[in-house]
């Protein structure tokens, strides 16, 4: 069993910056690829980025050279930086991994981009 709990969402201006944290529990987290997903009202959930325990990432072009996913296999812990944010970023994210062909979910943080 695996917990997912993110946290750091909230409401930024254009232009600004948010850090999104996603805390792991349960299972060994630093082997494991995770992944930032995101899903806007009336629209499908969306790949935003992800990395593999060898650490390396991948992200939906609509964020690349904006977003920085990382990982701290030290405190089970996954990070999103978003800079530059823009009102379409305007979602709620969450983490997500998949285990032995089990998807796991956290309950999801808000991110609202507006003037």
């Known amino acids: 069993q695996v917990q997912l709990v993110e946290s750091g969402g909230g409401l930024v201006q254009p232009g600004g910056s948010l850090r999104l944290s996603c805390a792991a529990s349960g299972s060994i987290f630093s082997i494991y690829t995770m992944g930032w997903y995101r899903q806007a009202p009336g629209k499908q959930r969306e790949l935003v980025a992800t990395?593999?325990?060898?650490?390396?990432?991948n992200y939906a072009d609509s964020v690349k050279g904006r977003f920085t996913i990382s990982r701290d296999n030290a405190k089970n812990t996954v990070y999103l930086h978003m800079n530059s944010l823009k009102p379409e970023d305007t979602a709620v994210y969450l983490c997500?991994?998949?285990?032995?062909?089990?998807?796991?979910w956290g309950q999801g943080t808000q991110v609202t981009v507006s003037s």
């Open positions: 990395i593999t325990s060898g650490r390396r990432t």
């Open positions: 997500g991994t998949t285990i032995l062909g089990d998807d796991y």
